[in-house]
């Protein structure tokens, strides 16, 4: 009960004070997609200017997860790849993409052709630090085959991991969009296809104009 009940008193006590202050409010953004900050960022660069008088805050540090943190009023917006419902909670798909194997030009894998679990057995897998259990190259591709990489290691930044794969010295299963952005790197479809959607989520009721307003420019600028 404290868990639920102290971030909302927390949160009342800063939209007093923004209030006091002569400020309309604040939001604060969870993020679940490491690699959706760059298109964040072109989200928050209008919002900003057409609303001066919102303070504006992103976070990934969750005490509990990014959706025990939307539901315990930590955050107001979460951006997440991989919604769960729950009551009181709505999702909105701003846009898809579809996951990729990210491998250096000149892997061995490059030019191959219709990719299987078996062929990561002798790599080194990079990804972000997040429990295998939410990572879809595992839950979608490795798990159901039994198959595992030769090593799994984690970094924490996206430009870290493209210049480990770029460099051959890992594979990593990446957005589409990101490999489009580095020369050195090419993207292979994994199995039949991993196909996602970023949404954003939020809690039901009646929300301030200007999370409207963040809503409204989030679902016309895409990747």
């Given at each position: 009960m404290a868990n639920r009940v102290l971030p909302q008193l927390e949160r009342g006590a800063i939209v007093l004070e923004d209030?006091?202050?002569g400020r309309r409010g604040a939001i604060r953004i969870g993020m679940e997609c490491h690699p959706c900050q760059d298109w964040l960022m072109r989200v928050v660069d209008p919002f900003l200017a057409q609303w001066p008088e919102v303070d504006l805050d992103v976070t990934t540090a969750f005490?509990?997860?990014?959706?025990?943190?939307?539901?315990?009023?930590e955050i107001d917006i979460l951006v997440t790849p991989d919604p769960i419902d729950r009551p009181g909670l709505e999702y909105h798909p701003v846009f898809d993409y579809e996951l990729l194997l990210a491998?250096?030009?000149?892997h061995p894998l490059a030019e191959k052709e219709g990719l299987v679990p078996e062929d990561l057995s002798g790599e080194t897998l990079v990804t972000y630090p997040v429990p295998r259990e939410r990572l879809d190259i595992y839950t979608r591709f490795l798990v159901p085959s039994g198959v595992w990489p030769r090593r799994h290691r984690t970094v924490e930044t996206t430009d870290l991991m493209l210049r480990l794969v770029a460099s051959g010295r890992a594979v990593s299963a990446t957005p589409d969009w990101l490999v489009r952005s580095v020369d050195?790197?090419?993207g292979l479809r994994i199995g039949r296809g991993?196909?996602?959607?970023?949404?954003?989520?939020?809690?039901?009721?009646k929300r301030p104009d200007y999370i409207e307003g963040l809503l409204s420019l989030a679902q016309k600028i895409k990747i």
């Open positions: 209030y006091a202050r005490q509990f997860g990014g959706l025990q943190a939307l539901l315990n009023h491998v250096a030009t000149d050195q790197v090419r991993i196909r996602k959607s970023i949404h954003l989520g939020i809690r039901k009721g």
